[in-house]
């Protein structure tokens, strides 16, 4: 693992937060880590699959609020982005 392995999750970007965890699947699939790394590993990949989780669901919540009004129902129609 890179000193990414070392960032506190929480103040990771989704991006880095997913560079970070595709990095540590690739390490886990070649199969070429001590067993007690790859446990660090697999641990710290669950927070990061979770703090992904958790911002695409802030994402959406984010997209949501701008779709719909503030009764909650629909307001205008979403803008046609086909050109």
């Known amino acids: 693992m890179t000193d990414s ?3 506190d999750i929480a103040k990771l970007s989704f991006e880095a937060a997913l560079k970070e965890l595709e990095d540590i699947v ?4 070649r199969g070429d880590v001590e067993l ?3 446990i660090a590993m697999y641990e710290r990949g669950a927070a990061l699959r979770a703090h992904c989780e958790a911002r695409l669901k802030d994402a959406q919540l984010k997209v949501d609020k701008i779709v719909l009004g503030a009764d ?3 307001g205008t129609e979403p803008a046609g982005l086909d050109g």
């Open 72 to 74: 909650g129902k629909p």
């Open 26 to 29: 690739q390490q886990l699939e």
């Open 5 to 7: 392995g070392t960032t």
């Open 36 to 38: 007690e790394k790859s």
